[in-house]
C-alpha cells in the first residue's frame, strides 16, 4: 500500500487518501514525496498538518532523521510553528527559512492564512499538503477546517499542490477527503500490506473483581512492566489518569524489587505545560519512559516505539477511538495485547452483557457539518486574505464592497483580525493558569487549564493531582483566572459536587404538535446552561470512600445558546409516576433518544447536540421538558432547523428508535443505539429505559390523534 498510494503522488500526480489500519507505516508514504519534491526542485515547499502539537513534534523528529542522511538535503529547514512559538521573531525566521512546515489547523487558520502577503512566497511554491488523522476533522470542527483548507488552496499557485490524507479508522475516507478540500478527483488506497502479528483482545470485567478501576489496572500494569513489556495505560478522564499513575508509582516505591523501575514510568494528559509535554514526549521517542499512563492526547499515530500492551481503563468512547487505542501496540509484525477493563457505568455494563461486536472494526462513516454561519464567517476570512472579485461569489453574504479595487472584502465587524472572531474549537487553551508556591522558590507555573476544566477542578480547599503528587489548592483568583497551590502531603484526594441547569429563556418560535388530548408544543429560543461547582468530596486514596462532604460555592460558569424544548403535561407526567417510572430519569432516556434522531434529520452529528442530563445526586425539583441545545451555537443552527423541517417527525421517530431497538431482547437498560451514550455527563448513571418508552408512547398518542 506504501508503493501504491507513493506512485499515486509522485508518478501520477492525483490526490491521495490511505486508509490502511494504524501502525501500517502511513507516514513513509508522505515522507518520502517530501523529500523526493525537495531532491527534483529544492525551492518548492510542502505543508504538513496535524491535529495536535505532539504529532507535529513526532514527525519532525522523524523527517528531521531521514533529511540528515541524503546529503542533498543538508541545507533544507524543516521546522514546526504553532502556539507554542510566542516570539514573532522565531515565527518569522520558521516563515522565511523553513521548507517544510508541520503545523496545526489552529496555527494555519489564525496566524498563517492572514498574514497572506508575508506568507505569499511559501504558498506560491507549495507542493505537497499533507492532513494526518482527518477523522478528527468532523462535526463542526471538521468544518471549519475544510473551510480553512478551501482557503489555503485559494492562495496557492493553481493546482500544482498535491494534498495526502491519512487515516486509520473511517468507513469513507474519499467522501471525507472530499467534504474536507472540495477536491473532486481522489485515489483511495486502502488495501493494507503491511506486517501484523497477532493481536490479542481481552474485555476484563472489573466490577466482579470488587475493587476499583484504577486498582486492577495498576495491577496489571505493573506485572506488565515487570515482565519486560512497553505499556501504555489509557484513562477516559485526567483524575482518572492521576490516580492510575500514583498507584503505579506507590507499588513500585513499595517493592524494593520493582522500585528501580520508578524511572521509566510518565504520566501524559492535557493541561501540563506546553514545556513539559515536550520532555515527556521526549522521554517516551527516544524509548526511555517504558510505562505511560494517558488520556487520549496520545491516542493519535505517535510513534511511542514498539510496545507490547494496552490498558484501556473504561470502553472507549467509539470503536474508532478502540482501534487507534490498541493500535499503539504491536507495531511492525510484533505480537501485542490490548484489554479493556470494564468499569461500573452503563456504556461498559452494556459491553460486558453483550460483547460479540466490541472488538469489531467497523467505523462509523466521518460526518462534516454544513453550516451556513461558519461558512460566512470563513468567507469574511478569506476575503480579508485576498479581496474576491465581482465574479468570483456568487452571494457576498455580509462582504463589504470596495468601489476603487472593484472586490469584495471583508466586513468591518471581523476587523482588524478575523480569526479572532472565528474560534474553530469548542474550548479555547490556557486560559487559566496553575502555579506552585514553595517557601525559598520563585514560583512556578504548574498547569494551563481552559476555563470550563478550571470550573470542575480548581476550587479552594480541593487537591489537584500532578504526575504522582498531591497540591492543595490554597487560592482560586477567578478574575486574575489563576489558582495557586502548594504541595500536600494527605492520603485523599477531592472530587468537585456539580450540577448543571438548562433552562430556556425567550421562545423566538414555535410549532404546534397537537391539539387533544395534550397540548403539545415544539419551542425554539435562547437557552441558559448554568455549571454550578457547590462543594467537594474528600476520598480516601486506598479504599476510595468517600470521608467527607465539603460545602463550597464557586462562580457559576453560564452560557447563553440556543435549543428547542418540549414540555411534558402534568398528566403525562403523573401516569409516569403512578407506573412507578422516575419522571426525570424517564425524560433523561428519551432526551438521548432525541439527540440521535435529531442530529440525522437535520444534518449535523449527535456531539454538536446537548441535552440536561440527570445527576444521582440531584435532589431539586424541576419542571419536566425534553430539551435539547447546541453545544456551540450558530444563526439558523440545527435546533432552529429541527423547529422548520422536522417538528412533525422528531417524537415519533425518536419512540420508533426506542421501541424497535434490538437490545430490548437482552436488556432493560438500553444500548448505545436507544438511550445509552457516551456523551452523557452523568456517564447514564439515572436513565429509564422503559419509562422513557412510555413517555415518548404517551406523548405520540396526541400526535397520532392531533386535530
Known sequence: HQAQAIDCVLGRKHHVVVSTATASGKSVIYQVPVLQWLLDNPH??????????????????????????????HGIVIDTLDGDQANSDRRREVRDTASVILTNPDTLHAAMLPNASAWRWFWQRLRLVVIDEIHVYQAQFGQHVGHILRRLQRQCAGDAARFIACSATTSNPAEHMRALTGLAEIDVVDSDGSPRGTKHMALWDNVRCGSAAATNTCNVAVQLLAHGLRTIVFCKFRQTCELVF???????????????????????????????????????FAGDTRLVVATSALELGIDIGSLDAVLMVGVPISTASLWQQAGRAGR???????????????????????????????????????EPSIAAA????????????????????????NPPTQ??????????????????????????????????????????????????????????????????????????QMALVSKANVSWYTEQR??????????????????????????????????????????????????????????????????????????????????????EASVHAAQHALIAVMSSLVGCTPGDLCTECKSPLAKRSKIPRLIVYEKHPVVNGPTSRALSVASDLLLRLTFDRVRN???????????????????????????????????????????????
Not at 470563513?378 to 453574504?397: K, R
Not at 457516551?678 to 406523548?699: M, S, T
Request: charged share 25%.
Open 378 to 401: 470563513h468567507l469574511q476570512c478569506a476575503a480579508f486574505e485576498i479581496p474576491f472579485s465581482e465574479t468570483e461569489v456568487d452571494v457576498a453574504d455580509g462582504l463589504c464592497w
Open 498 to 583: 456539580d450540577y448543571v441547569d438548562v433552562v430556556p429563556l425567550t421562545a423566538a418560535r414555535s410549532k404546534p404538535l397537537a391539539t387533544e388530548p395534550l397540548r403539545l408544543d415544539l419551542l425554539y429560543g435562547e437557552v441558559s446552561v448554568t455549571s454550578t461547582v457547590f462543594g467537594y468530596k474528600r476520598i480516601d486514596a486506598k479504599s476510595r470512600k468517600v470521608v467527607e462532604y465539603v460545602d463550597h460555592a464557586s462562580p457559576p460558569l453560564t452560557i447563553r445558546t440556543r435549543g428547542v424544548w418540549v414540555d411534558v403535561p402534568q398528566s403525562v407526567a403523573q401516569t409516569l409516576a403512578a407506573s412507578n417510572h422516575s419522571v
Open 407 to 480: 472586490s469584495w472584502i471583508c466586513a468591518l465587524s471581523y476587523k482588524p483580525w478575523p480569526p479572532e472572531k472565528v474560534p474553530i474549537r469548542s474550548i479555547q487553551q490556557g486560559d487559566w493558569q496553575v502555579v506552585e508556591l514553595h517557601a525559598g522558590r520563585a514560583p512556578a507555573l504548574l498547569e494551563e487549564l481552559d476555563g470550563y476544566h478550571a470550573l470542575f477542578t480548581l476550587y479552594e480547599g480541593g487537591i489537584l493531582l500532578h504526575r504522582g503528587h498531591s497540591f492543595s489548592i490554597d487560592k482560586v483568583d477567578a478574575e486574575e
Open 661 to 707: 431497538c434490538l437490545c430490548r431482547k437482552a436488556t432493560d437498560k438500553g444500548c448505545d443505539s436507544c438511550v445509552l451514550t457516551n456523551l452523557c455527563n452523568e456517564h447514564n448513571e439515572c436513565l429509564d429505559k422503559d419509562g422513557g418508552l412510555l413517555l415518548l408512547n404517551l406523548l405520540c398518542n396526541s400526535l397520532f390523534t392531533k386535530g
Open 44 to 73: 518548492s515547499t510542502a505543508l504538513l498538518v496535524f491535529p495536535t502539537k505532539a504529532l507535529a513534534q513526532d514527525q519532525l523528529s522523524a523527517l528531521r532523521h531521514l533529511a540528515e542522511h541524503i546529503p542533498e538535503l
Open 246 to 284: 500514583r498507584e503505579i508509582c506507590d507499588a513500585l516505591d513499595q517493592s524494593p524489587r520493582l522500585r528501580k523501575l520508578r524511572s521509566q514510568i510518565m504520566s501524559y494528559r492535557a493541561g501540563y505545560t506546553s514545556g513539559e509535554r515536550r520532555a515527556i514526549e521526549q522521554s517516551i
Open 332 to 370: 511492525r509484525s510484533s505480537d501485542s495485547l490490548a484489554i479493556v477493563v470494564a468499569t461500573g457505568s452503563a456504556i461498559d455494563r452494556r459491553a460486558v452483557g453483550m460483547p460479540e461486536g466490541l472488538f469489531d472494526r467497523v467505523f462509523a462513516p466521518a460526518v462534516v457539518s454544513a
